[in-house]
């Protein structure tokens, strides 16, 4: 971890912990390592490895009826795999949720394989109305508590996704 | 093998102050046709191989309440790694029931080939689990129920019963309105506030 990455997941900790969220369940993402290795190491929080990322949903659900604030940590990738969970779970029963994402496929991410995500990863959240909140630059990491905030007005899931920038502590 | 009607109105009868959390087709139907009930169960309908982990985050957050999770091998088959978060979590208070019918009970019953062959109690065991059950005798599950429930300790119970051989009906309710129910359920039974959070 260096010093920037570390200095910004410990931002994204303390904006994460001051809103209400005291658990994460998380799938990798190259980007997100040093973030889920704070939290992990945090006692502000309980962090939950899961199996794949709509275990996430619907752990971060539950939790929700558990009265538990959560977040549920994955790459962009793993958002697409949980399409049928959020639309099923969150949308039916109205559970809010907030999701944390990667913003891969964005210009500069050389990884072909995440290409796909720069063509359709916005066009499918907004075909299902789900509102998007950008991380780019520190300024914009008090933001999490917004969206957390809005998630459970709207009671449906909220997605904040966060730059590769971001992360490295280089915005 | 059990008749699922059985096993059922067993659980019924002896599950009574527990929370209750059915997933897609038989089992929600089930319960729903012999209780219902609509203040302590969750009908996850939409589940798909996630209502025992959606069960673990209730449990998670009530850890005085017993919160018990029915899925189907159908779910099951879509995401064994269930196994793995539940091990890893290890909540005193989950109590996950596998119901094997080996067919799609949501979906006619349309058989399900590779259930015959797979020992979903073994498989449990081999990812660590500790308190593994298969029952396929009501006496067996009668004599059994207290040690799966009452004693502290998450616990998989596999329950073999026959397919249910008939349509059975949903519970009528909006997805909306299960949640209002059981989530001011567990607000006015000691759980933490959930609608009620004050937002700033």
Known sequence: ?171 | MMRFEDCFRLLHERLKTELIITSAGNTSELWWEISRETERVFYLEASMSLASLFAAGIAYGNPEKTVVAFSGDGAFNMNPGMLFVERQLDLPNLKHFMVSNRCYGSTNELTMPFSHAIDYAGMARAAGLLRVYSIARLEELERQLDDIIKVAGHTFTVLHVEPLGRHAVSPPLDGPEVKFRFGRYLERNGGRPIFDTPLG
């Open chain 1, 1 to 171: 971890m260096s010093t920037a990455s570390e200095a910004i997941a410990r931002q994204i900790a303390d904006a994460t912990a001051k809103c209400g969220i005291t658990t994460i369940a998380s799938l990798p993402d190259g980007w997100i390592t040093d973030l889920i290795t704070a939290y992990a190491q945090d006692n502000r929080f309980r962090h939950l490895a899961v199996n794949r990322e709509e275990s996430a949903i619907g752990f971060c659900s539950g939790a929700y009826l558990g009265g538990i604030g959560s977040m549920a940590l994955m790459g962009a990738s793993g958002l697409l795999t949980c399409i049928y969970a959020l639309t099923k779970i969150n949308y039916t029963y109205q559970i809010p949720i907030l999701i944390g994402i990667t913003l891969r496929g964005r210009p500069g991410d050389s990884a072909k394989f995440h290409q796909s995500n720069s063509l359709y990863l916005d066009s499918i959240i907004q075909s299902i109305d789900m509102p998007f909140i950008p991380i780019e630059k520190a300024e914009d990491i008090p933001k999490i508590g917004v969206a957390y905030a809005h998630s459970r007005t709207l009671s449906r899931p909220v997605v904040i996704g966060f730059t590769r920038e971001l992360l490295r502590g280089q915005a």
